[in-house]
Antibody
């Protein structure tokens, strides 16, 4: 069964770049769609974007976000530029089939603060 | 963006009760609707996909129905382990969007 594990800095300063990695184990990262989804503390879920060989991003974040995949390491990456406190959230990676998120990482909390 | 509106936002029911959560889409999404369960401190878990198909391993007391703009998640007999927040999600159009969640508690 595929497992996903997010990693990266837990604290990012305002205006800097948030960078996270999702390591996929138990299966190949190739041939699937992979998404990043975030959840501000105590709030709901927001889809950030997916990678499927090409990328698609939420228009609300499109100008600041880049999602990429490294097949040699079986890792998915997220970069979110020019962060503010509003980007403080639990960040999840997920594997999707069609538009359905079938497998999720445990999530990593990123706080934006000076 | 397609707006997804869930009701109620919170719900308190007794063990054994039948529970109903509704989700309304701002436009026709056919059956491109999923339901997720999120327990405290955990990642969301897929319960229902394509509006009515039960994900493998999910108890049969969970049932999804609906099409077009109105959808329902039913729990036939509430169990203590069902305490969670439930989210609907549409995938008819990008960006994918979620409902605001329904927090289910035990009386």
């Amino acid at each position: 069964q595929v497992q996903l594990q997010e990693s990266g800095p837990r604290l990012v300063k305002p205006s800097e770049t948030l960078s996270l990695t999702c390591t996929v184990s138990g299966g190949s990262i190739s041939g699937f769609y992979w998404s990043w989804i975030r959840q501000p503390p105590g709030k709901g879920l927001e889809w950030i974007g997916f990678y499927s060989g090409k990328t698609s991003y939420n228009p609300s974040l499109q100008s600041r976000v880049t999602i990429s995949v490294d097949t040699s390491t079986n890792q998915l990456s997220l970069r979110l530029r020019s962060v503010t406190a509003a980007d403080t959230a639990l960040y999840y990676c997920a594997r999707q089939g069609g538009g359905t998120f079938s497998s999720w990482g445990q999530g990593t909390l990123v706080t934006v603060s000076s | 963006d397609i707006q997804m509106t869930q009701s109620p936002s919170s719900l308190s029911s007794s063990v054994g009760d039948r529970v109903t959560i509704t989700c309304h889409a701002s436009q026709d999404i056919s059956n491109y609707l999923n339901w997720y369960q999120q327990k405290p401190g955990r990642a969301p878990k897929l319960l229902i996909y394509d509006a009515s198909k039960l994900e493998t391993g999910v108890p049969s007391r969970f049932r999804g129905s609906g099409s077009g703009t109105d959808f329902t998640l039913n729990i036939s007999s509430l169990q203590p382990e069902d305490i969670a927040t439930y989210y609907c999600q549409q995938y008819e159009n990008l960006p994918y969007t979620f409902g605001q969640g329904t927090k289910l508690e035990i009386k």
